[in-house]
């Protein structure tokens, strides 16, 4: 059972950065994708960026493409995502979420696992 724990969220003003960590644990083998999802009220968990650990692969929704990383740390089991240049619409809920194998396709129903969720708000 592959447990995951979010944290580093938390309010800043337009155009700074926020760091989120995901504590992964109780896989196995190296053949997931970790990814990050955020949700306002009345919108739909969108998928922003996600990391297939076994090719190393990462993919940015296009909304925070150039802004976002996500990483790992070599041998430990966190993920990062390193948000930069912070805007208003960023504000949300955002999950860190795993599945098996591929990290396609991008979606919520896809992904197995799910964390609590930690606020991200951004001001103008």
């Known amino acids: 059972q592959v447990q995951l724990v979010e944290s580093g969220g938390g309010s800043v003003q337009a155009g700074g950065s926020l760091r989120l960590s995901c504590a992964a644990s109780g896989y196995t083998d190296n053949d997931i994708s970790v990814g990050w999802f955020r949700q306002t009220p009345g919108v739909e968990r969108e998928g922003v960026a996600v990391?297939?650990?076994?090719?190393?692969?990462?993919y940015y929704a296009d909304s925070v493409r150039g802004r976002f990383t996500i990483s790992q740390m070599n041998a430990e089991k966190t993920v990062y995502l390193q948000m930069n240049s912070l805007k208003p619409e960023d504000t949300a809920i955002y999950y860190c979420?795993?599945?098996?194998?591929?990290?396609?396709?991008?979606?919520?129903?896809?992904?197995?696992?799910w964390g609590q969720g930690t606020q991200v708000t951004v001001s103008s």
């Open positions: 990391l297939e650990f076994r090719s190393g692969f990462t």
């Open positions: 979420a795993a599945k098996g194998g591929s990290w396609f396709p991008l979606m919520p129903a896809y992904y197995n696992y």
